[in-house]
């Protein structure tokens, strides 16, 4: 599995970094909405919609949200999405603690999921796309706040298969342990800290950019924890089966869906 792994992110993450590095806001906004997109398709099934062309309905309104919002791109809608989208990684810390919340299959805990599910993605890319669209420098610190996930996702791995005992999660993800977040927090702050020094970072905004790659990467632990929610709720294994080793889309992006506006909200307060 850790070959497959290591073998698929050496495929992707090219293709990633190129699109983030060289392509223009105007086509990294369309290209990242489409691979949402994808997520949201797995998330109707995970929420219980079954039919096709239900879900093909909720996939067809979503691109309509996308298309729209990037015609109010300019307006105070934006931030106000980024923040709305930092207040909801919040509240779902509450269902985590209620896990059993809205796992009985119904169609009012149907409709729960997806609008959650707009909620998760819908902020998440509003925030990459306003972060990828600043000036100086979006597409760099775009770079950097994924860069603090797959560092934070790789530091939880090791750490966690080296030190992990105490279980983070137990009812929801057995295979997460507190030595696993430590590493999380350690591997996220050291790359923030280059990162933020190499783009010029040199004053106190600096340790205050080591603070929100904690608070990143504790969001991303989140998000992935909702995943996890979700998928033990449907009972299910992996969200998809588009990546050997990795699972789905959504097992590829849950971290960033909650990183994404933390990281985007933290640099406009920072004044970075």
């Known amino acids: 599995m850790l070959r497959q792994r290591i073998l698929t992110a050496l495929l992707l993450a090219p293709l990633a970094i190129l699109l983030i590095l060289a392509a223009p806001t105007w086509l990294f906004a369309p290209a990242v909405a489409l691979v949402f997109l994808g997520a949201a398709w797995e998330w109707s099934q995970l929420s219980g919609v079954r039919g096709d062309a239900a879900r093909g309905a909720l996939l067809a309104f979503t691109a309509a949200v996308f298309a729209l919002l990037w015609c109010w791109r300019a307006t105070a809608l ?23 919340f809205g796992a009985a299959p119904t169609a009012e805990n149907r409709g729960l999921k997806l609008l959650a599910g707009l909620l998760v993605i819908v902020p998440g890319w509003v925030a990459a796309t306003a972060l990828h669209g600043a000036q100086p420098h979006g597409h760099w610190w775009t770079f950097l706040a994924l860069a603090i996930v797959w560092a934070a996702d790789t530091g939880a791995y090791f750490s966690g298969r080296r030190f992990g005992r105490r279980k983070l999660a137990p009812n929801i993800s057995p295979g997460k342990t507190w030595a696993g977040v430590y590493g999380a927090f350690a591997a996220g702050a050291l790359v923030a800290l280059a990162g933020g020094w190499l783009l010029g970072v040199r004053d106190a905004r600096l340790a205050g950019l080591v603070l929100l790659a904690v608070l990143t990467v504790a969001a991303s632990i989140v998000g992935d924890l909702l995943e996890s929610l979700m998928k033990r709720h449907a009972q299910v294994k992996d969200s998809g089966t588009l990546f050997p080793g990795h699972g789905g889309l959504l097992d590829r992006l849950d971290s960033v869906f909650a990183a994404m506006p933390v990281f985007a909200l933290g640099k406009l307060l920072l004044g970075l």
């Not at 934006?78 to 059993?100: K, Q």
């Open 78 to 100: 934006w931030p106000a999405l980024i923040a709305l989208g930092v207040a909801w990684w919040g509240l779902t810390c509450l269902w985590l603690r209620h896990f059993a």
